[in-house]
């Protein structure tokens, strides 16, 4: 017997996808909170998936979900509630047992959402029925992984602020967590953590722990005298920074491509961005400043051992990671054509794929190839990319690759 082709849906909001028989109908309601699938020939026959009205982590929710079925299913006519083993999620199923009906409803859980599922089925078609629906059921993948590791990260830092914090009374909103005198954004903390999710519970006390210092901190009433010293240049992607949000106000300079350089006031635990607010108070300007940072880099040390390796044509690779979280900032060392062309040549190239990353390696061929593919790998895999572009060094400056 020849297969029934199928179409893919996609959740036009990203929520789920399934297949479904290529020759039945589509339908969505309520902007796209409801999906029905079905036969174009019959209004009888159908099965409908809503969105339920929470948002929730759905993997402290196994325990309450047959509770959660049985409020749902209180006025509905079902009984036989079971675990459904065939759906690739966790999800329950019962009979309906309504007059003449013989078909199916489900709850199921992914992701960050709860999906409640029913099919009408005349109940003397339930063989010629249910098996297509008890397919399409089993191909439903929800997609909302990123959205449940955001939300999880959410309660984690939320319930570890109210500890520390109580006369704050933090509270969750749509853009993150507000208190009464602060807002915590956490955008850096999910990359970071889906980039090590070996290391979640650490990077989240670390997270926790420079919020607190930074709450002591005497953030926007720093003297110029005193800090002039600490300020160094920092590089970040243009899509950093936002119109709105905690990143509209900081001190940007245009650099190369899609790179910017801003500044950080570097504290002995934490780092806090400089604000254009910040320059005019102190009543100096964002060249001065700029060239300030710049000497400032100059004089922070390099590793004792730089790792790399050397090949068989002669050029050579040289790894700078400096565990401050500036190894990328080096890029914009005033000397670096003098520090690097003699292990390397003249001209080299660079690369500066996340924060904490620096490589430099000879102009050869094999290794530009080879390294590019591994600069655009690191770039999308970090928590703290800056860009995939390696950038040529020479001894009048630095200039973009092409693309």
């Keep these: 017997m020849l297969e029934t082709p199928v179409k893919k849906f996609v959740h036009p909001k ?3 996808e399934l ?16 999906c029905g699938f079905g036969p174009h020939d019959r209004d009888d026959v159908g099965l409908w998936i809503s969105i339920m009205p929470m948002s929730v982590d759905t993997e402290r929710l196994t325990e309450d979900l047959p509770r959660l079925m049985e409020q749902t299913l209180d006025k509905a006519d079902a009984t036989n509630l079971r675990r459904d083993e065939s759906l690739r999620h966790f999800g329950l199923r019962s009979d309906i047992t309504k007059d003449g009906e013989g078909g199916h409803y489900w709850i199921i859980a992914g992701g960050d959402v709860v999906l409640f599922a029913s099919s009408q089925v005349p109940a003397g078609e339930r063989d010629v029925w249910n098996p297509p629906f008890d397919k399409l059921m089993a191909s439903l993948q929800i997609t909302r992984d990123d959205e449940l590791l955001l939300r999880q990260l959410t309660i ?44 979640r519970k650490q990077i989240i006390k670390h997270f926790v722990d420079n ?9 926007g009433r720093e003297v ?10 920092v590089l970040k992607p243009k899509n950093y920074i936002r119109s709105t949000g905690p990143t509209q106000h900081i001190l940007t300079s245009e650099w190369l491509t899609d790179v910017l350089i801003c500044y950080v006031i570097k504290n002995k635990k934490f780092y806090r961005f400089v604000t254009g607010w ?61 520090l690097f062309s003699g292990p390397l040549g003249s001209p080299f190239w660079a690369g500066i794929p996340d924060r904490d990353t620096l490589v430099t390696y000879s102009d050869r061929r094999s290794l530009k190839q080879r390294i590019a593919r591994k600069l655009k790998k690191d770039h999308d895999t970090s928590a703290y990319p800056i860009t995939p572009r390696p950038f040529l060094v020479t001894r009048d400056g630095i200039a973009p690759a092409s693309e």
Excluded at 19 to 34: F, G, I, L, N, T
């Design 19 to 34: 297949e479904y028989p290529a020759h039945w109908d589509q339908v969505q309601q309520e902007d796209y909170r409801s």
């Design 211 to 219: 919020m607190s210092l930074t709450a002591d901190a005497p953030m």
């Design 224 to 233: 110029w005298e005193e800090i002039r010293g600490d300020i160094l240049p």
């Design 278 to 338: 910040d320059v005019n108070r102190w009543g100096t300007t964002a060249t001065a400043l700029h060239q300030i940072a710049v000497e400032n880099l100059a004089r922070l040390p390099w590793p004792r051992r730089l790792e790399g390796s050397r090949q068989k044509d002669g050029g050579r690779v040289i790894l700078v990671q400096t565990n401050d979280s500036l190894s990328s900032s080096r890029l914009l060392h005033p000397d670096l054509h003098k």
């Design 14 to 16: 990203k929520i789920y």
């Design 156 to 199: 984690d830092v939320l319930e570890e602020l109210r500890k520390r914090h109580p006369e704050e009374d933090f509270q969750c909103d749509d853009k993150g967590i507000r208190g009464k005198q602060r807002a915590v954004f956490l955008g850096n903390l999910y990359r970071e953590v889906k980039a090590a999710p070996q290391r």
